[in-house]
C-alpha cells in the first residue's frame, strides 16, 4: 500500500485527485494540507510515502517545502503536480530533490504511474516538459564538479550504478541486474551523492551529463 499526502490550496483540486487515486487499490491517502506549513505540521506526526505537491501555495510554496521535507524526511518521495511549466518552476523543484514534475492535466494513468515510479525509485518528468530538461541542467552550478573521468573517485560497483542510473533504471531495476538488494543500491547512491558532494538524486543525474565514463 503506497501512502500519500495531498498539498494543495484549492479545495477542487484535492477532491479531484482524491477521486483519481481512488481508482488504484494500492494507494490510500493519509492527509491533505492546503500550504507547505500545514504539511510540515502533518508530517511532525506522519509521513507518506509519496506528497504531491502544488508549487503555487500561499504560506509556504511548493519549492520551499520541497526543500524543507528533504531535508527533514529524506526518505518522502516528492512529486511536483502543477499546472505551471516555466524552467523556474522545474529547476527549483529538482534542485531542492522532488522525485517528479508532472502536469496536473496529464491523466488519472500517468498520475499513478509518476506514483508508483517514484516509489521505485525513479525520477519522473511529464513528457511535456522534457525538451525543457536542457536548461535545467544548464541551471546547475556544475562548474566545480565537472571532471574528466569517475575512476578515481569511485569505487568499481559505484561505478556500475552508476552506468545503470545512466541507462534509467530505478533502485529495484539496478538492483536485479547487479544482483543488489534495493537498500544495498540506496546505500550506494547515498555514498556516491556524498563523495561527488551532491544533495540530490536529480543533482547526479543531470552531473553524469558532465562527466566522462570509461564504458
Known sequence: MITIIIADDQDIIREGLKMILSLDDNVKIIGEAENGK????ILSFEQPD???????????????????????YPNVKIIILTTFDEDEYLFGSLKNGADGYVMKDS??????SAIQ???????????SISGKTVNVISGFDTSKKVIEDLNGILT????DVVKQLLLGKNNHD??????????TVKNYISHILSKLEL???AELLVYLQNVHLDH
Open 38 to 41: 500545514q504539511l510540515l505540521e
Open 50 to 72: 509519496v506528497i504531491l505537491m502544488d508549487i503555487r501555495m500561499p504560506v509556504m510554496d511548493g519549492i520551499e517545502a520541497t526543500a524543507v521535507v528533504k531535508r527533514l
Open 107 to 112: 491523466g488519472s494513468k500517468a498520475i499513478l
Open 117 to 127: 515510479g517514484a516509489c521505485l525509485g525513479s525520477m519522473i518528468l511529464d513528457s
Open 156 to 159: 568499481p560497483r559505484e561505478l
Open 174 to 183: 539496478i538492483g536485479e541486474t547487479l544482483f543488489l538488494t534495493e537498500g
Open 199 to 201: 544533495s540530490s538524486r
